[in-house]
């Protein structure tokens, strides 16, 4: 499965932004029947767990740092998974990847992921 992260960019604080994540390529598998996840990383950090959903949509989790601000949310028909950010904050500043869970469940541990995506970056300005 091949993954597209898009919708990064430059946002003052704030503001909201969306992103986008879908299955590509020639690939005739798609994510469909798997949990979703965001991550996030900082230059010089490691990979930080940010929002996941299971393959139905039936459950979503969030970290901490971004709960109340942050939506999880997916397309099945469209094989494409969502983040709502709003009220961004500097810290929120990473590279953002999706990845695709071995499992129909979601989860916030990197090693459950099988597919990623290549990263979108979004810098938030103070």
């Known amino acids: 499965v091949q993954l597209q992260a898009f919708g990064g960019g430059l946002v003052q604080t704030g503001g909201p932004l969306r992103l986008s994540c879908a299955a590509a390529?020639?690939?005739?598998?798609?994510?469909?029947?798997?949990?979703m996840g965001w991550f996030r990383q900082e230059p010089g950090k490691e990979r930080e767990f940010v929002a996941t959903?299971?393959?139905?949509?039936?459950?979503?989790y969030y970290a901490e740092s971004v709960k109340g601000r942050f939506t999880i949310s997916r397309d099945n028909a469209k094989d494409t998974v969502y983040l709502q950010m709003n009220s961004l904050k500097p810290e929120d500043t990473a590279v953002y990847y999706c990845?695709?869970?071995?499992?129909?469940?979601?989860?916030?541990?990197?090693?459950?992921?099988?597919?990623w995506g290549q990263g979108t970056l979004v810098t938030v300005s103070s």
């Open positions: 990845a695709a869970s071995r499992y129909a469940t979601g989860s916030s541990q990197v090693g459950a992921y099988q597919y």
């Open positions: 390529g020639r690939s005739v598998r798609t994510t469909r029947n798997n949990g």
């Open positions: 959903i299971n393959w139905n949509g039936g459950g979503t």
